[in-house]
């Protein structure tokens, strides 16, 4: 019997079964809910008229709103009226698990007897390998695992796009039309590598040692110099700390002369009060020459050696780079 004569005798009883049973699936959300009995009323409306391709995706979108087994019904059979088999048989096997999980038999054994007629008028498309495995896989823009390689996968009538990438290799597109109904077609995925690019004209840097800092580029450091100005400034220290000494010491020998013992003539004691004066101020010039000395010598010793400037750092063609 025709397909056209089974439709016209199950439409009717179907679409009343939709129409009737939509509204008794709740919603948790009644906006997306008042959206779903919108675009089902207004899908069916287009659907009776026979504005398929208008009607069919608001029924898609009522079901997406708000899933029901009779949105999924709605769809299906806006499907198969459109001839898209696949897609009619897979929306009437979907809504036959919906219809089972909401208790609703008379819609269950609905989807069940269409996608059961659906399922013997299939066309299907087998994919296979040749040479390397592509790390993604799409049919029509939809992603399709490596699992459903060789399996024979139910396709609409009419054209379809196959792509396939790998890292390395070019991309692969085919473009294949689904075979005669209840037939299977094969579609060979081979991916090539993919073809040697111009390479750009590659700059490498010559071989250089770390950036030298100012001064090790022959720039004057203050190290050095201030350095030696401390280092000299602290030998004349210890000069003038040598003098007071000698002159001290000459002092108090000289006030012996006018003591006996810690008893002493005011010349004595002139003498030994200079003497101790001396002392003390050779001390402090020892002292600071010392420490002035050691200065000096730690920073020459920590000023950066001069060397000749570095040259400018200039890139070479890769082609010369071993010359």
């Not at 799409?138 to 024979?152: C, K, M, Q, T, Y």
């Not at 602290?234 to 003038?240: E, L």
Request: hydrophobic share 40%; charged share 20%.
């Amino acid at each position: 019997m025709p397909v056209s004569t089974v439709l016209s005798r199950t439409s009717r009883g179907l679409v009343a079964l939709v129409v009737v049973t939509f509204a008794s699936t709740a919603s948790a959300d009644p906006a997306s809910r008042a959206a779903a009995e919108a675009l089902f009323a207004e899908g069916k409306r287009l659907m009776n008229e026979g504005s398929l391709e208008e009607g069919c995706p608001k029924l898609a979108e009522s079901d997406r709103l708000s899933p029901t087994s009779g949105a999924e019904l709605a769809l299906a059979y806006c499907y198969e009226k459109s001839g898209k088999t696949a897609s009619a048989w897979g929306a009437y096997r979907l809504a036959e698990g919906r219809a089972r999980t909401e208790g609703r038999r008379d819609r269950e054994v609905a989807a069940q007897e269409r996608s059961a007629a659906l399922e013997k008028r299939l066309a299907t498309l087998s994919l296979r390998i040749d040479g390397p495995a592509p790390t993604a896989l799409f049919l029509d823009g939809v992603s399709i695992e490596r699992a459903s390689v060789g399996v024979r996968l139910p396709i609409d009538p009419g054209p379809h796009k196959i792509r396939a990438t790998a890292p390395g290799m070019a991309p692969f597109e085919l473009d294949v039309r689904a075979p005669a109904e209840g037939a299977t077609a094969e579609a060979v995925v081979r991916l090539v590598p993919a073809p040697a690019e111009n390479k750009p004209h590659v700059v490498v840097a010559a071989p250089r040692s770390p950036t030298p800092s100012v001064a090790e580029a022959g720039e004057p450091s203050f190290l050095r110099p201030a350095g030696f100005t401390l280092g000299a400034l602290g030998i004349v220290a210890i000069g003038v700390s040598a003098a007071f000494g000698v002159r001290a010491g000459s002092l108090d020998s000289r006030s012996g002369d006018d003591c006996d013992g810690n008893v002493c003539g005011p010349a004595g004691r002139d003498d030994r009060l200079a003497a101790q004066s001396s002392g003390r101020i050779s001390t402090g010039f020892f002292v600071a020459g010392g420490i002035s000395l050691t200065l000096g010598i730690v920073m020459v010793l920590l000023a950066p050696k001069q060397t000749a400037p570095v040259s400018a750092y200039l890139g070479v063609p890769s082609d010369w780079a071993a010359r």
